[in-house]
Nanobody
Framework: QVQLVESGGGLVQPGGSLRLSCATS????????MGWYRQAPGKQRELVAT???????NYADSVKGRFTISRDNAQNTVHLQMNSLKPEDTAVYYC?????????????WGQGTQVTVSS
């Protein structure tokens, strides 16, 4: 079982920055993969950025060069630094965690945090 709590969303002007945080209820080292997804109104949830326990990262093409995913192992927290924000980045952002064990694969989700990019 993993509990995820996101924070850091809000309203920002185009070109601005925000930093999202996701606190986990267990050690990051015990989680196979973590990441951020987002869902805009009327659209499907999409991948933003992920990293594996081995440290490999993956970004959506639309955020490459602007967003950075990182982790604080001591605090069991994952961050998403978002720079040069655009109106099309407006969405609810969700933190995710994937656990793979002998029982199979299970994904966990946070409650989401709203990011609005508007002037």
């Amino acid at each position: 079982q993993v509990q995820l709590v996101e924070s850091g969303g809000g309203l920002v002007q185009p070109g601005g920055s925000l930093r999202l945080s996701c606190a986990t209820s267990r050690s990051i080292f015990s989680i196979n993969a973590m990441g951020w997804y987002r869902q805009a109104p009327g659209k499907q949830r999409e991948l933003v950025a992920t990293f594996t326990s081995g440290g490999n990262t993956n970004y959506a093409d639309s955020v490459k060069g602007r967003f950075t995913i990182s982790r604080d192992n001591a605090q069991n927290t994952v961050h998403l630094q978002m720079n040069s924000l655009k109106p099309e980045d407006t969405a609810v952002y969700y933190c995710s965690a994937r656990i793979v064990n002998y029982l199979g694969v299970k994904d966990y989700w946070g409650q989401g945090t709203q990011v609005t990019v508007s002037s």
